[in-house]
Structures are given as C-alpha cells and as structure tokens.
C-alpha cells in the first residue's frame, strides 16, 4: 500500500458476490479498508461517498453480521449519502447482510443548498 494511501475500495466489476441485487451492471464493493489512525475522523466516508458519486447506478454493499463495526460505518455512510433512500437485507442462510440503494437518483443536498441560498440572495425580500 502507498503511503500516502488511507484508504482503500476494491469493486467488484464481474457481479461474482451479489447477495441481494440480481442486475449485473449494480455495483459491489468487496473490500473497504482504512488504516488504523485514519480510523474515525472521516476518511473512511468520505471515500466510499467519493467511489459512490465515481460510479452512479445500483449499488450492493454486504457485511458478515458478526462484523458489527462495519454494519455500523456502512449504516451511518448509506443512511447519510441516500437521505435514508436505502433497502437492509439479510440472506436466508444469515451467512450475510447488507444495503441496497440507487444514486443515480441521488441529490445533492449542498448543491441544492448553495443554489436556494444564492435564490434567496438575489431576491429582493
């Protein structure tokens, strides 16, 4: 790993670990991984959003369900990003569970914000 590097995305282009979604154009991210130190201070969501917003469409994310510090950060990342526009899943066998969203309907609340308040501005109120 390069140095500078502090945190890590691996997708999945060949739809081989789909557990929920039965579309192969959806995305999948097999393994997320953020140095120790980085840990708890954003790094980790601000690059899964940034790998989110890289790559629009249907989106798998899965965690183990003994994996609880992963459940939590992926919870807390998609609830965020999505505005609460996501599915929770478990598999029959409970070997995993995950998330489920779509953000090619995604929008950005910042942009939306900056244009209301440039709006606002510009009136003469």
């Known amino acids: 790993m390069a140095e500078n590097c502090r945190a890590k995305a691996a997708l999945n282009p060949m739809n081989?670990?789909?557990?929920?979604?039965?579309?192969?154009?959806?995305?999948?991210?097999?393994?997320?991984?953020?140095?120790?130190?980085?840990?708890?201070?954003?790094?980790?969501?601000?690059?899964?959003?940034?790998?989110?917003?890289?790559?629009?469409?249907?989106?798998?994310?899965?965690?183990?369900?003994?994996n609880l510090p992963a459940r939590k950060f992926w919870k807390a990342v998609i609830s965020d990003y999505t505005q609460n526009n996501y599915q929770e899943h478990s598999n029959d066998n409970d070997e995993w569970v995950g998330f489920t969203f779509d953000n090619t309907i995604h929008i950005d609340i910042s942009a939306q914000s900056s244009s209301l308040e440039h709006d606002l501005k510009s009136a003469d109120l």
């Not at 192969?24 to 690059?47: C, D, L, P, T």
């Open 16 to 66: 081989i670990a789909s557990n929920f979604i039965h579309d192969k154009s959806a995305h999948h991210i097999n393994e997320f991984f953020v140095m120790k130190q980085y840990r708890r201070n954003g790094v980790g969501s601000f690059a899964a959003k940034a790998v989110f917003d890289k790559f629009k469409g249907k989106w798998e994310v899965c965690q183990m369900p003994k």
